[in-house]
Each structure stands twice: as C-alpha cells, then as structure tokens.
C-alpha cells in the first residue's frame, strides 16, 4: 500500500522503550509526547515499558516491579514488564538491566494485538532486539528509532575499553539495522555514520528531536523558586537534565571556580544522574558557594525552573562521538524564549542548529577559561542576551514535537503494506 492511500488510515503502534514517563530522560519525553500526538490525530498505541526507576535504580512511588501490569496514560496503553532494577552506573549492571528488559518485553509482546508498526529506540539497543523479534512473531514491519550511536557511546564516556563484547555489540548492532524496514535517526550525523557503515541510505530517515509547544513558552520567573533558591537578583546560567557521564560536568565546577569573585552569578543543576554525587561532593570541596544542586523534577515542573534562567546550559564531553548528538534541551530552552550557551566538541550537530538559528553562542569543550569569560559577557551584555534570546523563540517552531510526530507517522505509512 502505498502513502497516498494510507493517509488517512488509522495505525496500531506498538513502541518498545525501557524509559517512559514518570521518568524524565530525554528519551522518555520523546516517546510520550509524540505517542500524545498519535492519540489525538486517531491513531492506537500501546507502549512495553518497565517500572520507572531511572536513572536512580529505584522505582518510583506508586509502582512496583511487577510482571506485568497495564495502565491508560493520555489514551496510551503501557504495558510493563519486571526487569533487573539497577542504577544509571556501572557497565555491568546496566547491561543485566538491559538483557532482562529484552527478555520480558519479548514475552509481553507476544501477548499484545497484532500492530501494524513495531517500533524500538535506542540508545538501549537491546530494547531494538525486542522491537524486531516481536515484528518477526507478529510478521509486521520493525522500525528502529536510532537515538544514540550505541555502543560506541560507551568507550566515549570511558565506561568500557574497545574490547571483543563491544564488537560482538556492534555486530548486532549492524545486525538489526539491516533487517528493520526503516531507520529513524535523530540526526544527520548518525544517518552518515550508518551509511559508511554499509547500511542502506534508502531506508534511513532523519527526523530530528524537537519540544512540545506551548508546553514549553516564555513566561516571568517563578517567584516562589527564586525565593526558595535565593536567585533573587542573581545571573544563572542553569543545566536542567540528567548528570552523566557524556555531560563531563565537572569542567561546569571548574568555570564557576574561577568565578567565585562575582557574587551575582550562580550556576544551578536540576536534575539525578551517575555524575550527581560526585558533583556535589567536588562542589563542596572546593567551597564553591556559587553552585546550587536540585533534585529532578517531574516533567510538568520543568518550564517553572527553566524561567529562572539568565542562560540555558548544553554540556557535552570532549569527543568525536558527541558531534552526532543532538540534545533535546536546546529545543525547550528555545521553546522558553532562552539563550543557549552549548559547550560542546566542535562543528557538531547541535552547534551548528544553535549557530544557524542564532539561538545562542557555541565554545569548545573542557576549556573554563573561555566557559568562564563568555559567561561574563552573557551576564555583562544585556543586548547580547536579548538578542540571542529573542533569535531563540523565534526558531522554537521549526523544531516542535508536533512536526517531529508527524514526521515518523509518514515514515510509517510509507512502510506499511496490506
């Protein structure tokens, strides 16, 4: 069948992810507020999921890690599965986590209503192994939403040294590529990378990342915050979002270290992840009293603490790999009407979005003298911030959810066949 005819046909989605909401990762979001998108233009999904438990390894109050359970969130169906529960470290864990995910969410696959589309995201690929054994069982096509290069990832924040299991990794890895019947890569960058790879360009679709508007919308900062924080009067350049390994944060504390001298600014973390403890033991011990740590938030508090911000922060490690990401934050700092201030390996995806809309200004990774001197002309040039931040709104709507949505709906139509 081809797109013509199945545009107005209605479409079983059945989306395989082991974070979903209450979890507030970026890939959690993503697959939630676009499945909302699919709900309201008529169409059926179902998610297989686990207890929410990331990134602490605990699951969150009101759930248990049960065998199977089902509840309605939004008119989507969530299924989820028991699984090996294990905080956000640890190589070893986290991949016993991930096996036992694939593992459950197979079995519950095979008790869920033949789907037109099965669909899987990464960066956990063996949830993509799931996606494509339940395609095989329900004879449907498979889709993989490719939204980390993984495992190469892995080596790239030091979790795991290039060994024989990282290989055998990427060998299935590989493996599921060519057998999906379409690829959706969040950014073009990843769509290269599979192409030198031999995979099929054909078949690779680019749909990148966006945020949920009016979710996400300029408004005054929130009073009580500001109160509770003591931000009153204060600069802050603020990182909303999980503290891990790819984030390289502490080179955030070494920025404000050299900016202890100027009382008006304040650098403010929200948000859980591996890195979180360290980082405020490190801050502690270098009596870094410009530094404030929050605890993560559900995703509806989320515009209320991005308001405080002078400056929205994008960090990323010093590595090749992280030129192909990304990140999700950039698109709600957009939505809210903020500066971005993206500290990242250079002539990656993500600056040249910030660069080419103007949303804000780009420097290289790991370097705090230059982290640290264009914060002080963020703070210092008034024109300058409003500048970018009025360059930022006006390019949020290019990059929303709804287009996103849109977007891998037609990837589907154009895959399905009676």
């Known amino acids: 069948m081809n797109t013509s005819q199945n545009s107005h046909r209605r479409i079983h989605i059945l989306f395989i992810t082991e974070n979903f909401p209450p979890e507030r990762n970026a890939s959690a979001t993503r697959v939630y507020e676009r499945a909302c998108y699919w709900i309201k233009w008529g169409h059926e999904v179902t998610v297989i999921t686990c207890a929410p438990n990331f990134p602490e390894g605990k699951v969150y109050p009101g759930y248990k890690n049960r065998w199977y359970q089902v509840e309605q969130m939004d008119g989507i169906r969530v299924v989820r599965v028991k699984t090996f529960i294990s905080a956000n470290k640890g190589f070893l864990l986290r991949s016993l986590d991930f096996v036992s995910f694939m593992f459950t969410s197979i079995a519950a696959g095979f008790f869920q209503k033949k789907p037109d589309i099965v669909m899987a995201t990464s960066p956990q690929f063996f949830a993509a192994v799931s996606g494509w054994v339940i395609s095989l069982f329900k004879r449907q096509p498979f889709i993989f939403e490719l939204g980390d290069l993984w495992p190469a990832s892995i080596t790239a924040v030091g979790a795991m040294k290039d060994n024989l299991t990282l290989r055998i990794m990427e060998k299935l890895e590989l493996f599921l590529y060519r057998k999906s019947a379409a690829i959706v890569a969040l950014t073009n960058a990843f769509r290269e990378d599979l192409i030198r790879r031999g995979i099929d360009k054909s078949k690779i679709h680019v749909v990148v990342n966006g945020v949920d508007l009016p979710r996400y919308s300029p408004r005054p900062k929130d009073s009580d915050l500001l109160e509770e924080l003591g931000l009153k009067d204060k600069f802050v350049i603020g990182y909303i979002g999980t503290h891990g390994m790819a984030h390289a944060l502490v080179k955030v504390l070494d920025a404000a ?153 037609n990837v589907f139509k154009g895959v399905i066949t009676e």
């Not at 490190?282 to 410009?290: D, F, H, I």
């Not at 508090?301 to 934050?329: C, E, Q, Y």
């Open 257 to 409: 270290e050299l900016l202890t001298t100027d009382d008006e600014i304040r650098f403010l973390f929200v948000g859980s992840g591996a890195e979180k403890e360290k980082l405020i033991v490190e801050a502690k011990k270098r009596g870094l009293k410009n530094v404030i740590f929050y605890p993560a938030q559900p995703k509806e508090r989320m515009p209320g603490f991005l308001s405080l911000l002078d400056v929205a922060l994008i960090h990323l490690k010093n590595s090749p790999v992280f030129t192909t990401v990304i990140p999700s934050k950039i698109f709600e700092a957009m939505g809210m009407g903020l500066p971005v201030l993206l500290v990242g390996p250079e002539g990656g995806e993500a600056s040249k979005i910030v660069e080419k809309d103007g949303a804000g200004l780009c420097i290289p990774s790991e370097a705090p003298e230059i982290f640290a001197q264009t914060v002080l002309e963020l703070k210092n040039n008034h024109v300058l911030r409003k500048r970018l931040a009025s360059a930022s709104y006006e390019a949020a709507p290019k990059h929303t959810r709804e287009r996103q949505a849109r977007e891998v709906i």
